[in-house]
Every structure is written in C-alpha cells, then in structure tokens.
C-alpha cells in the first residue's frame, strides 16, 4: 500500500499543482504541506491539526478522506509500541464473591438497558414519519411571465416557448448557484442576470436572476427569477441581432485579431456579465474550448467541426480557444445587449485566444481578445 505522503505527492502532481498553488488554493501553511508530503507529523503542534489539515488536504485532492485517515491511524499504533505487561495476561485476583456479584449487576443493567430499547421502538413506531420534500416542477409560458420563486435543490421549471418545451433543473447550490439544461449549466452569481438561448437559434430568450441565496447553504434554497424577453433585446446599437453573420449589412465593425501576445478591447462596464461565444463553422476545422476561472467548469471540450455546424458558448468570466483552422470559425460575442463579430486569425492558420474580462486600474472592466503566443 503506497504511504500517506506518496499518495499526496502523486495526486498533486497529477493535477499539475505546485506545493505554493495548495497552499494557496487551501489555506494551509505551506511547511505543513510539505510536512504531510514527508510523513514528519513532529512538526504539527497537535494530532488534531494533523487530523484536520490530512482532511482538507485530502479532500482538495478528490481523494478518499476516510481512507487517509484511517491508513494514518494504522501508522500512529504501529509507531507507539504497547508495553511486554500489557499484553501479558494475568489472571484477576479479586474474591469469588465480588466477581459473582458484578455478573449479578451487569446482568441487571443488561436486562434495564434491553426493555428501554425496547420502549423506544415501540415510540419511535408510533411516531409519525419524517416530512420529506419532493422537488417542485414550476411552468413558465407567455401567459405566467415572469416566475419568481424560492427553488431547492431538485426543483425545476419548465420553459413553453414556440410550442416546444424546455427544462431547467437547480443542480447545485454553493458559493454559486448552478442550473442544468439540456445543453450545459448555467452557473449565477448573486444579483447578476444570465441571458439564456434556450432553443439555440441565436436568439437569447430568457433571462435569469438570483437574488437570494446563502453561500454553502443549500438547505434555505435560492430566490430565482425567470422571465421570457423578446429577442430584440439583444441587439446591438446598430439593429444586428445575434446570428447575423460578420459582414453583413448594417452588422457591427468585427473587431481584428490580435498579434500573438497582446490583447484588443471588445467592450467595457462597470462591472463584468455573463456572455456567449456564438461560432459558426465555413469549413474543417478542429476547435477546442475551455471554460476559465470557474470551479464546476473547468474540463476542456473538443470537437472536429464541418461546413455549416454552429456552436454556443456560455460563460461567466473568460473562455479559451485553440482552433486549426481558424479563418473557418466566424465567432461573434454576445453580452449585454451587443453583438461583435471577433475575427481569430487567417485560413490554415492555428491559433489559441483567450476571450475575458478583466478589471483595469480606474475600477471599470473590459471584455478583451488575447491571443497567446504559438
């Protein structure tokens, strides 16, 4: 069985972390880290922050919590070598009448000790069961718009849209809120409304809002709000509706690729939105995209596309491409009531932009297109 501190080591650096990125990511100093890594549990002023720091650890890892802890009792006792008279056996040399009497009392207190357990079951039986709450499956449609409610883990609401329906299920509540759907999640912050195309025509129809949640505290639920839009509120300034395709009459200036290593401006705010990456592919083309900066996220996704496939991409804070081919994906973002075409890069070209907020001196954000160096 491989050691205490192998089984971190090796798990650590199958995540591609540095000893500084867990002490960072998890609070804990950093010699305690490599104390754990090195089994010198001496350092640790008490078995109880070795005990809490091997579970956190532990557990920040993905590993087993329980069978960490257990492997690092077993080596406690091994290292504490039990005394040559304990384990001897030596006979009790109490008088015969003492022992009798503690059997008489111990069978005493058993027989107490077995009717009381017994009444109680007898109780519990008679005792109501437990309330146990079903998930609630709320309706949204034309005629209920908007929805306002208090959702728990479980439940869901289903959109009507264009005679077609489509269902959303809370999934997860923690530091975020996370909901479901049948393409991906959608992950909501506090306050910060999440525009939805939920019949992937381009067109974001409904926008999302949590305005009451706890951090961590799934069982009060989170004040969510739905509410059916017309698409037209996701045009730009100029009148050009997402799915328009870059170049085309009246459509917004695309804004020009970035020369490797340096980064363009798409728009600013006051504060950073969620978005959407809108591709639509001309010709062959490898393409892979990964989510940035969010924890439930973070898995990288490829796909080879072809002529005419399309793609939607949602995020709340930066999105990474890597394409083979990058004048064959025409890529706009949408966020915040506009739409600008992105140009990527030339025909045959291989390229990997990063598309992200980032927050500037003066306070304010900017949504920028970097392209990193080949």
Not at 34 to 55: C, H, M, N, R, T
Not at 94 to 107: K, N
Not at 239 to 244: D, K, L, M, N, R
């Amino acid at each position: 069985m491989r050691n205490i501190g192998g089984l971190l080591s090796a798990a650590r650096k199958d995540r591609g972390l540095s000893v500084d990125d867990v002490a960072r990511e998890t609070n804990i100093a950093r010699k305690y880290i490599v104390a754990l890594e090195s089994e010198d549990f001496i350092v640790f002023p008490a078995e109880a922050y070795i005990l809490g720091f091997l579970k956190n650890y532990g557990e920040f890892l993905g590993l087993d919590k329980k069978l960490l802890l257990d492997q690092y009792r077993a080596v406690r006792i091994q290292e504490q070598p039990s005394p040559m008279k304990e384990l001897l056996y030596t006979p009790p040399r109490l008088p015969r009448i003492l022992i009798t009497g503690g059997i008489v009392v111990c069978a005493v207190a058993l027989v107490f000790f077995a009717a009381f357990f017994i009444l109680n079951m007898v109780r519990g039986r008679a005792r109501p069961e437990a309330f146990v709450r079903k998930p609630v499956e709320y309706f949204l449609n034309v005629n209920n718009n908007p929805l306002e409610q208090r959702f728990f883990i479980g439940d869901s609401v289903l959109v009507s849209l264009n005679d077609a329906e489509y269902r959303l299920e809370l999934a997860h509540l923690g530091e975020l809120v996370t909901l479901s759907t049948p393409d991906e999640n959608v992950v909501l912050d506090m306050n910060r409304e999440a525009l939805l195309d939920v019949n992937n025509d381009g067109l974001p129809e409904l926008h999302i809002t949590a305005s009451d949640f706890s951090e961590n505290k799934p069982g009060v639920g989170a004040q969510l709000r739905f509410e059916l839009g017309a698409p037209q509120a996701a045009q730009t300034a100029s009148g050009v509706a997402p799915g328009t395709a870059p170049g085309a009459a009246g459509a917004a200036a695309p804004i020009a690729a970035p020369a490797p290593g340096s980064a363009v401006t798409i728009w600013t705010g006051n504060n950073p939105y969620p978005f959407t990456l809108q591709a639509s592919f001309q010709g062959y083309c490898m393409f892979r995209w990964e989510i940035l900066r969010e924890a439930n996220r973070q898995n990288r996704n490829e796909r080879y596309f072809v002529k005419g496939d399309e793609l939607n991409i949602q995020a709340q804070n930066g999105v990474r491409l890597w394409m083979s081919n990058a004048g064959q994906a025409r890529i706009q973002a949408i966020g915040g009531g506009r739409v600008v075409p992105l140009e990527m890069g030339g025909a045959g070209e291989v390229v990997v932009v990063d598309v992200y907020w980032r927050r500037g001196e003066d306070g304010r954000y900017a949504f920028v297109q970097s392209r990193l160096e080949s």
